[in-house]
């Protein structure tokens, strides 16, 4: 007969990591909750990463937020750097005309 793993619910985690924000032990809010106090430090760790989003659903469902928050960040910075750059070379471009006007490089 195998044990069976037990889950946790979001509302469960975060009020064990408010029991230590609010200065209770490690030790003691593990051994209250019957927990491990390797679990507890993550759930602490995750809540002080993630905030509110820590412990969403199963597997790293916030994980993937930030990840997909980040390509979002990065999408804007390349579209901001090609913005800057078709300006300048529109610029360059608008010089190169006037001070050569046949485009001949000369």
């Not at 793993?5 to 609010?22: N, P």
């Not at 995750?46 to 960040?73: I, K, S």
Request: glycine share 12%; no cysteine.
């Amino acid at each position: 007969m195998g044990l069976k793993r037990r889950r946790f619910s979001k509302e469960f985690k975060t009020q064990v990591v408010r029991e230590l924000q609010a200065g209770k032990s490690l030790a003691q809010t593990a051994r209250e909750h019957q927990l491990n106090v390797s679990m507890v430090s993550e759930w602490r760790r995750q809540y002080e990463r993630y905030g509110e989003g820590a412990f969403q659903g199963n597997g790293h469902a916030y994980t993937e937020d930030a990840r997909v928050a980040e390509l979002e960040r990065m999408v804007g910075q390349l579209t901001m750097e090609n913005v800057l750059l078709k300006r300048g070379l529109a610029r360059f471009e608008d010089q190169a005309r006037r001070a050569g006007g046949n485009g001949s490089g000369r």
